[in-house]
């Protein structure tokens, strides 16, 4: 049984930064790729990040320079760095593998991800 768990989650100023962990159990992720998604109250959930398995990220404009993904495999966890954080990335953060091993065009594509986590709350006040 595949567990995903996030943390790193909290309350932070705008311009500020937090690094969120998702660990993995019930699964070697050093053969797949991984994800973050976020959701915003009454919004749809969307792709934050991809990062395959040789280490190459994926990131959607709105994130890109700010956001920077990264894994340790051998600690089963990969980690979201976000830093310059602005109002508009409150939002639940999802953690996500598909058992998939790249990214690919539709890596965005909540379809793709058959495990995910609990999600842990990010909130940037202004």
């Known amino acids: 049984q595949v567990q995903v768990v996030e943390s790193g989650g909290g309350l932070v100023q705008a311009g500020g930064s937090l690094r969120l962990s998702c660990t993995v159990s019930g699964l070697t992720i050093e053969n797949y790729a991984m994800g973050w998604f976020r959701q915003a109250p009454g919004k749809e959930r969307e792709g934050v990040s991809c990062?395959?398995?040789?280490?190459?990220?994926y990131y959607p404009d709105s994130v890109t320079g700010r956001f920077t993904v990264s894994r340790d495999d051998a600690k089963n966890t990969q980690y979201l760095q976000m830093n310059s954080l602005k109002p508009e990335d409150t939002a639940m953060y999802y953690c996500a593998t598909g058992q998939v091993a790249a990214c690919t065009q539709s890596w965005a594509n909540i379809a793709r991800y058959n495990a995910w986590g609990q999600g842990t709350q990010v909130t940037v006040s202004s």
């Open positions: 990062i395959n398995t040789v280490g190459k990220p």
